[in-house]
């Protein structure tokens, strides 16, 4: 090879060399940890699925109540990215630190009905047997610990049922745990999200009433991205789909309102 071509080969291949190492490589694919209020889990992971199937990254969903959710995080759990049942306690967080400011946004608006997994001794609308006092246990969330306890309690103080419920009303911890109480008959009737019956028509069952949106603040539950997850691209993509029209719209489908 004549020294004129195995310069130019050289130098060419030398560009090659330069031209790669200085060319950005692709970014890694990176994983966030959500923490999800328990009424939103069966939405929340519709929405994994499709973000997982249109991009790089992925999550990993862990539901609960906001309240404990809150505890954890003050305490340093590693959870990137919060989605919460409310807007308080995600304000609360920003205000102690937790949180990334500007990042905080409403991703769902929730409703509370009263219902019954059904109960062979009792006949009427459920409504008329509450107001009534035709029961035997009431389950309702903590209204300590989760917004949907607490917006059942507000109802229930507007229709004067709540100091008349005391003595047989009972708690959990969270939303899931209200329904778990009432499948398994622990609990004659109970307050839980509109969203658990998304795509029935419960309009004409007696076992269901949509407590009127009124005697309740409505419950506009908040995102934030958390301290931990500020470096994660995976908690910024996430955050970034939740916003989307096409995640407003499978949350929509899941039974709750979104905000424009």
């Given at each position: 090879m004549a020294w004129t071509d195995r310069i130019r080969s050289l130098v060419s291949a030398g560009v090659l060399t330069l031209g790669w190492l200085f060319h950005p490589a692709p970014a890694a694919a990176e994983?966030?940890?959500i923490a999800v209020a328990s009424n939103f889990d069966a939405a929340a992971r519709a929405l994994q699925t499709r973000f997982e199937q249109t991009g790089e990254h992925t999550v990993l969903i862990t539901p609960g109540s906001t309240g404990r959710f809150y505890a954890q995080i003050l305490h340093g759990a590693p959870f990137d990215v919060f989605l919460s049942a409310d807007q308080l306690t995600v304000h609360r967080l920003e205000v102690q630190g937790q949180t990334i400011s500007g990042t905080q946004f409403t991703y769902a608006v929730g409703h509370i009905a009263l219902w019954s997994a059904g109960d062979a001794d009792t006949a009427g609308p459920i409504e008329d047997r509450l107001r009534e006092g035709r029961y035997r246990t009431l389950a309702i969330a903590n209204p300590a610990l989760a917004p949907y306890g607490a917006a059942a309690r507000q109802a229930l103080q507007a229709l004067d049922l709540w100091s008349p419920a005391q003595d047989r009303l009972v708690t959990g911890e969270s939303i899931a745990a209200v329904q778990a109480m009432l499948i398994t008959g622990n609990a004659d009737l109970g307050i839980v999200p509109v969203s658990q019956f998304a795509g029935t028509d419960m309009s004409?069952?007696?076992?269901?009433?949509?407590?009127?949106?009124h005697l309740y603040t409505p419950i506009r539950q908040d995102a934030v991205l958390t301290r931990h997850g500020q470096d994660n691209p995976a908690a910024r993509a996430w955050l970034d789909f939740l916003a989307?029209?096409?995640?407003?719209?499978?949350?929509?489908?899941?039974?709750?309102?979104v905000v424009d």
């Amino acid at each position: 090879m004549a020294w004129t071509d195995r310069i130019r080969s050289l130098v060419s291949a030398g560009v090659l060399t330069l031209g790669w190492l200085f060319h950005p490589a692709p970014a890694a694919a990176e994983q966030a940890l959500i923490a999800v209020a328990s009424n939103f889990d069966a939405a929340a992971r519709a929405l994994q699925t499709r973000f997982e199937q249109t991009g790089e990254h992925t999550v990993l969903i862990t539901p609960g109540s906001t309240g404990r959710f809150y505890a954890q995080i003050l305490h340093g759990a590693p959870f990137d990215v919060f989605l919460s049942a409310d807007q308080l306690t995600v304000h609360r967080l920003e205000v102690q630190g937790q949180t990334i400011s500007g990042t905080q946004f409403t991703y769902a608006v929730g409703h509370i009905a009263l219902w019954s997994a059904g109960d062979a001794d009792t006949a009427g609308p459920i409504e008329d047997r509450l107001r009534e006092g035709r029961y035997r246990t009431l389950a309702i969330a903590n209204p300590a610990l989760a917004p949907y306890g607490a917006a059942a309690r507000q109802a229930l103080q507007a229709l004067d049922l709540w100091s008349p419920a005391q003595d047989r009303l009972v708690t959990g911890e969270s939303i899931a745990a209200v329904q778990a109480m009432l499948i398994t008959g622990n609990a004659d009737l109970g307050i839980v999200p509109v969203s658990q019956f998304a795509g029935t028509d419960m309009s004409t069952d007696p076992d269901y009433w949509a407590i009127p949106q009124h005697l309740y603040t409505p419950i506009r539950q908040d995102a934030v991205l958390t301290r931990h997850g500020q470096d994660n691209p995976a908690a910024r993509a996430w955050l970034d789909f939740l916003a989307s029209p096409e995640a407003r719209e499978i949350i929509s489908a899941h039974g709750y309102g979104v905000v424009d």
